[in-house]
């Protein structure tokens, strides 16, 4: 099942499909939680309100509890058993969560967040730390366990690089810098590249990268002998992405920034990643985004979340040095000031010495 949302939404999707959990920007903090084993796929009774606003949310694999990340830090988890049940603080951070992702078998919870860091933590008590993944140099904005290698875990950060990691270990794998070429013409790219989803796709072991503000697309193969990724492709798109996800038949659909043109079809033929323009399903999605475009409208041109992560770094060694020498002509100043002042003061002295004789 392929799910898109737009930038600033959060879905997640359950192993057997049937459940898909949505935190929305404008839903009061609020989870919801829909039921897809029938044909309208009607919302549940279940509606969460968080302390702040979720930033990302996952559901284990048992099916059995919604993972909730806010920008303060924190994960909670909500029950899927027993529907009505508050939510549970489950860990914390001193720095805004920006993801969160199970392991295959439910054992670990593992979370990265504004100030560079991965934690992997045993899912039934959190509060035992197994391992930190560290390397990147900026926040680590996406996190993914490979379907394929249960033990590796894939993660994006804004200093521009996809990192590979045995994250029991906490040992690093693989860095890869994603500015090391243009699409088109081969040149570095200066600007430092965020990442704002990974997906990846069993059959093939294909790995998706969306590009935050960038409109492109990075292919990627993970291969499971070297486990290593290998880049295959490049996609560059007309207009900035908003997501991606695989569909089951090896699609890959991409939602963009584009009123005429706002959900695209990928398929891998012939070895190469290609737009798909002829296809009823897609024709069929087309409509039904366009028939629902309005509440879309506020999302168009947007900033990027991510800008406001960057650590801000100021170069006052010149101010420091100028306000320096400020000072010091300053007290050179006073010890002339001082110095006439006692000199006169001599003088004076002097000359009424010289009236009394």
Partial sequence: MAMLAVCGDEVAVSVGCMLIAVSLQGSNRRPFLYDCSTVERKPLDYKRTV???????????????ILVADKSGDVYSFSMVELHKKGELEL????????????????YIITSDRDEKIR???????YNIISFCLGHREFVS???????????????????????????????????????CSPSTGESLEKKIAVSRI?????????????????IVYMFRFDVVSEQLIHIQTISLEHRGWDIAFDTSLGLWVLQEDKDKIIILYRFVEGH??????????????TIFQEHLTPLQEH?????????????????????????????EQ????????LGVDEQSKILRTERSSSCL
């Fill in 331 to 338: 007290l050179k100043q006073r010890k002339r000031k001082h």
């Fill in 199 to 215: 997906i990846s796709c069993c059959p093939g072991n294909f790995v998706a990268v969306l590009c935050d503000s960038i409109p």
């Fill in 300 to 328: 168009l041109s947007g900033e990027s979340f991510y800008n406001d992560l960057y650590k801000s770094t100021y170069d006052n060694m010149a101010t420091y040095l100028s306000k320096k020498k400020e000072r010091q």
């Fill in 273 to 286: 990643w290609q737009s798909i323009c002829e296809d009823e399903g897609l024709k069929k999605i087309s």
């Fill in 51 to 65: 302390v702040r606003r979720c930033s990302s949310l996952t559901i284990t694999h048992s099916e059995d509890r």
């Fill in 142 to 180: 996406r996190i993914l366990v490979l379907p394929t290698a249960g033990n590796v875990l894939l993660s994006s950060s804004g200093d521009s690089t996809l990192r590979l990691w045995k994250y029991e270990e906490g040992r690093e794998m693989q860095c890869y810098d994603l500015t090391s």
């Fill in 92 to 107: 914390g951070h001193l720095s805004m969560l920006l993801d969160v992702a199970v392991s295959p078998d439910d054992k």
């Fill in 120 to 126: 992997v933590s045993l899912l039934r008590a959190p």
